[in-house]
């Protein structure tokens, strides 16, 4: 059974960074595609950035210069290191695959910015 654990999440003010980290437990991690997606409160969720198995790394324009995904395929872990968070960043964030496995989501971690 697939877990998800996202972790890292808090309260920062606008212009600071945040790491988000993400246990994985899911087989043949090294060669899953894995991404980060949020949730803004009254919005659908929506996709932040994609790691493919190679390494190679997409990311939605609303987040392009600032945040960096990454991964170990040691620990079966994704991380999302935020900088330069603004308000509109304010979400729950989710790990999962790419595309994301149905049903199977972990409690996220809530990102909030304010000052």
């Known amino acids: 059974q697939v877990q998800l654990v996202e972790s890292g999440g808090g309260l920062v003010q606008p212009g600071g960074s945040l790491r988000l980290s993400c246990a994985a437990s899911?087989?043949?991690?090294?060669?899953?595609?894995m991404a980060w997606y949020r949730r803004a409160p009254g919005k659908q969720r929506e996709l932040v950035a994609i790691?493919?198995?190679?390494?190679?790394?997409h990311y939605a324009d609303s987040v392009k210069g600032r945040f960096t995904i990454s991964r170990d395929n040691v620990k079966n872990a994704v991380y999302l290191q935020m900088n330069s968070l603004k308000p509109e960043d304010t979400a729950v964030y989710y790990c999962?695959?790419?595309?994301?496995?149905?049903?199977?989501w972990g409690q996220g971690t809530q990102v909030t910015v304010s000052s």
């Open positions: 899911i087989s043949a991690f090294a060669i899953t595609s």
């Open positions: 999962n695959t790419a595309p994301p496995l149905v049903n199977t």
């Open positions: 790691i493919i198995r190679g390494g190679s790394t």
